[in-house]
């Protein structure tokens, strides 16, 4: 069984929709010093003593059905724009399986806590929980709940909660599924959305950057988080990218540190080639994981050129939009769909300083084609050793 990702939408701190990302991921490059083609762009007010970087979305969402106010929350509205640009694929879909044989299958790890946050400060401040909140808003599964209910899916849906590996996992939960002949088709990706929790627990692990996001750098100091969601219709029907292979692996080295010479990442790569069919040669591009933090890199390096070789091309995205942590590897698969239909590569956002305690990785340079075989591996790895790698490929 071949499975396709026959449509896609995206909203992140690069712009709302294909068009939009294409335009920042493959034009050329902005004058100035190498992050002004990021989204990223610095933030004093989220967590107290510091200037933080972020990846913040400032396009305008689109509000929640009035009879869908129970899930009201910005993770949710970031979902809703990414799904209202596929919304006569999923109808079309629905239409040719029932609503009873599609699933949705999301992954986060914020779900809806900002709102909680400006809940506990109301009831801090005033003595009462504001009119409408609800705890659900903030609970992981509200997400898929939204979407099944919004789109009267009555299939399996749940939400997957595995850190920044949640989206990936996603495409690994339905992929079985639909093999298993549970569902004929379903909704995948993720979103996250910004919340000062987040943002405070990945500074007090001193794992947060006061400037840009700078992967691979000598000096880089840290990563920057940001929000946003990619949402896919996967299916057994004709589309443009196939989802060729997933691969997990579980190391579980150290509760946030990865495991120094990356066995447990180089699994998930070999698991997702395995599924393919493939030997790593017949891969034309690696999207990195790429978070700026001091271990990540230096492991993912390690990983990456003990596999692939240093001629490999790659890159990570996240130089563009900041960590989007559950939204992460949905967002980073995205831009492997984009890329393999328009032919080029996105870049490699960094100050060029190279460690030299890293394989020399042949990091994209802004305008590269894609010379290689038409297929894309792409990488995510969260705390505890949560690990997966999407591969994607087209004709």
């Known amino acids: 069984m071949t499975l396709n990702l026959t449509a896609m939408g995206i909203v992140n701190a690069l712009g709302l929709g294909a068009a939009a990302m ?109 009119p409408g909140f609800s705890y659900s808003q903030q609970e992981p599964g509200n997400l898929a709940a939204f ?30 599924m639909i093999r298993a002949g549970f569902c004929d088709a379903a909704i995948v990706g993720g979103a996250d959305s910004l919340c000062q929790t987040t943002l405070h627990g990945f500074h007090s692990l001193e794992a947060l950057s006061q400037r840009p996001l700078n992967a691979f750098s000598a000096q880089r100091d840290g990563t920057c988080i940001g929000e946003g969601a990619a949402l896919f219709l996967l299916e057994d029907a004709p589309g443009p990218v196939r989802l060729l292979g997933v691969g997990e692996s579980s190391d579980a080295h150290h509760i946030s540190a990865p495991e120094p010479e990356g066995s447990g990442a180089r699994a998930a790569m070999q698991a997702a080639l395995a599924a393919a069919g493939l030997a790593a040669d017949a891969v034309g591009y690696v999207n990195l994981h ?81 010379r290689g075989p038409r297929r894309m591996l792409s990488a995510s790895y969260a705390f505890g050793g949560s690990n997966v790698a999407l591969l994607l490929g087209a004709d």
Request: charged share 15%; with cysteine; hydrophobic share 45%.
């Open 22 to 130: 294409a335009a920042r991921l493959f034009g050329p490059a902005p004058p100035g010093p190498w992050w002004r083609a990021s989204g990223l762009a610095p933030r004093p007010d989220l967590v107290p003593g510091a200037t933080l970087w972020v990846g913040a979305v400032t396009e305008a969402l689109p509000a929640l059905p009035t009879t869908l106010r129970q899930h009201e929350c910005r993770n949710n509205r970031l979902a809703l724009a990414a799904l209202a640009q596929m919304r006569g694929a999923v109808r079309a879909a629905i239409a040719r399986y029932g609503a009873g044989r599609i699933a949705v299958v999301l992954g986060t790890s914020t779900s809806g806590m900002a709102e909680g946050e400006a809940a506990l400060a109301a009831r801090l401040r005033e003595g009462t929980w504001p």
């Open 147 to 176: 979407v099944a209910d919004l789109l009267g899916i009555t299939g399996p849906a749940f939400t997957v909660h595995t850190a920044c590996s949640s989206s990936g996992k996603a495409f690994a939960s339905a992929q079985r």
């Open 290 to 370: 790429g978070t700026a933090t001091r271990l990540n890199d230096a492991m993912e390096g390690r990983a990456v050129a003990g596999l692939f070789g240093t001629a490999m091309p790659c890159s990570s995205t996240k130089g563009f939009t900041g960590h989007t942590l559950g939204a992460a590897a949905a967002t980073e698969a995205a831009f492997c769909w984009l890329a393999l239909q328009r032919g080029l590569l996105p870049p490699h956002l960094w100050d060029g300083v190279v460690d030299a305690d890293i394989p020399p990785l042949h990091l994209v340079q802004p305008g590269q084609a894609l």
